[in-house]
């Protein structure tokens, strides 16, 4: 199912607030947007954002954000 644009902005800054942190909703946000169809704009501008982090938080974040980071470019 297709997502508003209004949709897609808020996924964006739940990327954007996820990074760095060092909590459990790192988990929450890469599972869940893994889900979704995203316009091709907004998974480059998730490309870019996860790429240009200079701190993914702990371990098991990174991986998440990693593991969203391939799925986002497979996806392209």
């Not at 297709?2 to 739940?14: D, H, Q």
């Not at 942190?21 to 889900?35: S, V």
């Not at 996860?50 to 701190?55: L, S, W």
């Amino acid at each position: 199912m297709k997502i508003s644009k209004n949709e897609a902005t808020m996924y964006i800054c739940a990327v954007r607030y996820g990074l760095s942190r060092r909590t459990y909703i790192t988990g929450i946000i890469t599972d869940y947007l893994m889900t979704k169809e995203l316009p091709e704009r907004d998974k480059k501008v998730m490309i870019r954002d996860i790429k240009e982090c200079e701190d993914y938080g702990m371990d098991m974040d990174k991986r998440a954000w990693m593991k969203l980071l391939k799925y986002l470019k497979k996806d392209l």
